[in-house]
């Protein structure tokens, strides 16, 4: 049903982990492209969803980090540790530089896997879908919608399970992000677009970086899903208020988680009262910075924690 895109690095892959028996339940595959050469917080990441009886795609080839040029050693990981682990599936990343050779090559290596193939640029569908034959309709497909569009996508019709990919997150500067936008709808209309299931990049989009700048401004980005306009998913941005210099992170977090709290205590407020909101209440209690990276983890485990609830109770 829903497919978040996570890029490996070490909070997406403790997000993964933590929240490895809520996606489970709630029937989500995590699909992870890695990007860090070390394999330890990836395997740890995976045996969580296996342990949680849950589901999760490694693409095989990523595009981005340190195995864009080989990802053997994530074949290996694959071969070695979870190849009798159903729920695991190798996922391929079929971007414009990959060619039809190496896509239908890398099929094959992989074929002891659940095989997902992420349609993210390739150009010759016609000729995949012609050298897979039989075998596409046993395949997972997920579609970067800015990518592969609705001729690319008819070459995979008959194809039981097809996964839309919509990034909803607007890269900007922080301190451009305006208080709140639209962010999504496609949780409540990828059946509509023949799909069973959607995915995005929850709250960090799709464009890559290794790291980020010096933050002259701290934002907290929170989704939620307002009722009283058809389930449309919104993202607030809580951004704060020293935007000058990069100096004083802690403080300036403590500026943004400010806001968000003030906007969570409105009577009428839509963000959902979940466990990692609790968490920023806890910050907010103690005056507490955790890290940048920990306050993103947070974001996206309540993104998760907000469709989670939405497809529990719809």
């Given amino acids: 049903m ?28 995590p699909i992870i492209e890695p990007v860090k050469e070390t394999l330890n917080g990836l395997k740890r990441a995976l045996d969580a ?3 949680a009886d849950g589901k999760a795609v490694v693409i095989v080839n990523p595009f ?3 195995y864009s040029d080989n990802g053997d050693s994530l ?8 190849e009798d682990k159903d729920g695991i599936y190798a996922g391929i990343l079929l971007t414009s530089d990959v060619s039809l050779e190496d896509a239908v090559s890398c099929c094959n290596a992989h074929s002891n896997h659940n095989l ?9 569908a016609k000729g995949l879908s012609a050298a897979l034959g039989n075998k596409l309709n046993d395949i997972t497909h997920c579609f970067f ?16 399970q097809k996964i839309l990919i919509r990034d909803g997150f607007k890269k900007r500067k922080n301190r451009e992000h305006p208080d709140v936008e639209f962010f999504s709808d496609l949780h409540a209309t990828f059946t509509l677009e023949n799909m069973e299931g959607f995915g995005d990049f929850l709250i960090v989009g799709d464009e890559y970086s290794e790291s980020g700048g010096p933050a002259y401004a701290v934002a907290i980005h929170l989704t939620f899903i307002d009722n009283e306009q058809d389930d449309a998913m919104f993202i607030y941005h809580f951004i704060s208020d020293r935007q000058e210099t990069p100096q004083d992170p802690a403080g300036k977090f403590l500026e943004a988680l400010n806001k968000l709290i003030i906007k969570a205590d409105e009577p009428n407020s839509k963000i959902l009262a979940t466990n990692a909101l609790s968490e920023f209440r806890d910050f907010h209690a103690r005056k507490h910075f955790p890290g ?8 996206m485990q309540h993104h998760i924690e907000v469709l989670a ?3 529990e109770n719809n």
């Fill in 49 to 51: 969803v296996v342990q």
């Fill in 116 to 124: 997902t193939l992420i349609h993210a640029g390739f150009s010759n």
């Fill in 145 to 160: 919608e800015d990518d592969a569009g609705k001729l690319y996508q008819k070459h995979f019709f008959s194809a039981p």
């Fill in 309 to 311: 609830n939405y497809f």
């Fill in 75 to 82: 074949t290996r990981l694959l071969a070695e540790h979870f």
């Fill in 2 to 29: 829903y497919y978040p895109y996570f890029r490996g690095k070490q909070n997406e892959l403790i997000t993964i982990r933590n929240n490895a028996q809520l996606m489970a339940n709630a029937n989500f595959v």
């Fill in 292 to 299: 940048l990276g920990y306050a993103k983890k947070l974001s």
């Fill in 64 to 66: 981005h980090g340190d």
